[in-house]
């Protein structure tokens, strides 16, 4: 097969799977929903009241980068479930050209739809605010907008990495989730800077006007980069090594 037509294959998998095609809706409509709800309770003094206007503009990244994991691991779980594997590697028997295609299918969905989603949320927060507004001219706005997209799509990656490592949606969940919202803050206290080179808070400093400590924007972005080759490295290597 061509490598087209195994993108194109991996492409109808992502939406005749309604796991991974829910989570992929979820990263765009959650987001959005929260965006809503939280800007429309919460008054511009408060929201301004934030050292970091760009950042708190954002907020509801927290959630997306949820939905991505979701949409990174259920995307390749399925390919476990009922020897999907099998069916998969029989019609694509290069096994590099299968796992490579994947990885493009999942990122360039998760980049578009992080795209739209970081746009979407930065207008609909904007709207509720009116003078107290920022808009894309503010410095390090459309940076973020874009960072955004980019940072959902490798979280995604990094999922998708792990799921194929491990080869369960639940464990990869089970492990990320907690490891996203609660280790770095435990780390962060205890070890200061180190805390800044763990995926999510490295992912998320392109979202910061002026980011804190020793990492920047697009090196934070970087790092975060890291991450997700190191996982998908891990597994290409499963994929590579063990039987389907």
Same mark, same amino acid.
């Given at each position: 097969?061509?490598?087209?037509?195994?993108?194109?294959?991996?492409?109808?998998?992502?939406?005749?799977?309604?796991?991974?095609?829910?989570?992929?809706?979820?990263?765009?409509? +959650?987001?959005?929903?929260?965006?809503?709800?939280?800007?429309?309770?919460?008054?511009?003094?408060?929201?301004?009241?934030?050292?970091?206007?760009?950042?708190? +503009?954002?907020?509801?990244?927290?959630?997306?980068?949820?939905?991505?994991?979701?949409?990174?691991?259920?995307?390749?779980?399925?390919?476990?479930?009922?020897?999907?594997?099998?069916?998969?590697?029989?019609?694509?028997?290069?096994?590099?050209?299968?796992?490579?295609?994947?990885?493009?299918?999942?990122?360039?969905?998760?980049?578009?739809?992080?795209?739209?989603?970081?746009?979407?949320?930065?207008?609909?927060?904007?709207?509720?605010?009116?003078?107290?507004?920022?808009?894309?001219?503010?410095?390090?706005?459309?940076?973020?907008?874009?960072?955004?997209?980019?940072?959902?799509?490798?979280?995604?990656?990094?999922?998708?990495?792990?799921?194929?490592?491990?080869?369960?949606?639940?464990?990869?969940?089970?492990?990320?989730?907690?490891?996203?919202?609660?280790?770095?803050?435990?780390?962060?206290?205890?070890?200061?800077?180190?805390?800044?080179?763990?995926?999510?808070?490295?992912?998320?400093?392109?979202?910061?006007?002026?980011?804190?400590?020793?990492?920047?924007?697009?090196?934070?972005?970087?790092?975060?980069?890291?991450?997700?080759?190191?996982?998908?490295?891990?597994?290409?290597? +499963?994929?590579?090594?063990?039987?389907?």
């Amino acid at each position: 097969m061509s490598v087209t037509a195994v993108l194109h294959s991996e492409w109808i998998k992502i939406r005749s799977i309604r796991a991974s095609l829910g989570s992929l809706i979820a990263v765009f409509a +959650a987001t959005l929903a929260i965006t809503l709800l939280v800007f429309a309770t919460v008054g511009g003094a408060e929201l301004n009241a934030d050292e970091d206007p760009v950042f708190a +503009a954002f907020y509801a990244i927290n959630f997306a980068q949820i939905a991505a994991i979701a949409f990174g691991a259920t995307a390749v779980s399925s390919e476990y479930a009922n020897g999907a594997l099998r069916v998969s590697l029989s019609a694509v028997p290069h096994r590099g050209l299968f796992y490579a295609a994947k990885a493009a299918a999942m990122a360039g969905a998760a980049f578009a739809v992080g795209l739209a989603t970081a746009f979407a949320t930065f207008f609909a927060g904007q709207a509720f605010l009116g003078e107290d507004s920022i808009g894309l001219g503010e410095p390090g706005a459309l940076r973020a907008c874009f960072g955004a997209g980019i940072y959902l799509a490798l979280m995604a990656l990094f999922a998708a990495g792990l799921t194929f490592l491990l080869r369960s949606a639940t464990a990869v969940l089970s492990l990320l989730i907690p490891f996203i919202l609660i280790v770095g803050f435990v780390i962060g206290d205890l070890a200061g800077n180190a805390a800044d080179y763990l995926p999510d808070r490295a992912g998320q400093q392109v979202l910061h006007q002026a980011p804190e400590g020793g990492v920047g924007p697009w090196t934070g972005l970087a790092v975060m980069a890291l991450w997700a080759a190191a996982a998908l490295l891990a597994g290409w290597w +499963a994929v590579r090594r063990r039987d389907a």
